[in-house]
């Protein structure tokens, strides 16, 4: 497991821009599949995004957020970012990043997930 802290979150008119952060101090961060998850009161977390370990070169995205989200990592950082354009209301949510070893449990099976962070609200204003 790894510690996760989300940053970035924060309010924007619709149509906005805001650049979200997922940040931990392992050095074998690298090694880990990451992914982006949103909850609203009331429904199920939601799957947005996630990239594969290592090179990143692999990406997935929730057809929601296909061509207004951005999903890359930099590992030098120890940071993955989730770039999210033309924002609108029904994108307002509690973000959070998950890691695991696995793309597959991160995009499938959550419920394998060990890694979690504290999530980052999201408020885009009509």
């Known amino acids: 497991q790894v510690q996760l802290v989300e940053s970035g979150g924060g309010l924007v008119q619709t149509g906005g821009s805001l650049r979200l952060s997922c940040a931990t101090s392992?050095?074998?961060?690298?090694?880990?599949?990451v992914g982006w998850f949103r909850q609203v009161p009331g429904k199920e977390r939601e799957f947005v995004a996630a990239i594969i370990r290592r090179s990143g070169g692999s990406t997935r995205y929730a057809d929601s957020v296909k061509g207004r989200f951005t999903i890359y990592r930099d590992n030098a950082k120890n940071t993955v970012y989730l770039q999210m354009n033309s924002l609108q209301p029904e994108d307002t949510a509690v973000y959070y990043c998950?890691?695991?070893?696995?793309?597959?449990?991160?995009?499938?099976?959550?419920?394998?997930?060990?890694?979690w962070g504290q999530g980052t609200q999201v408020t885009v204003s009509s």
């Open positions: 998950a890691a695991d070893i696995s793309l597959h449990n991160i995009v499938e099976d959550t419920r394998a997930v060990g890694s």
């Open positions: 392992e050095r074998t961060f690298t090694d880990y599949a």
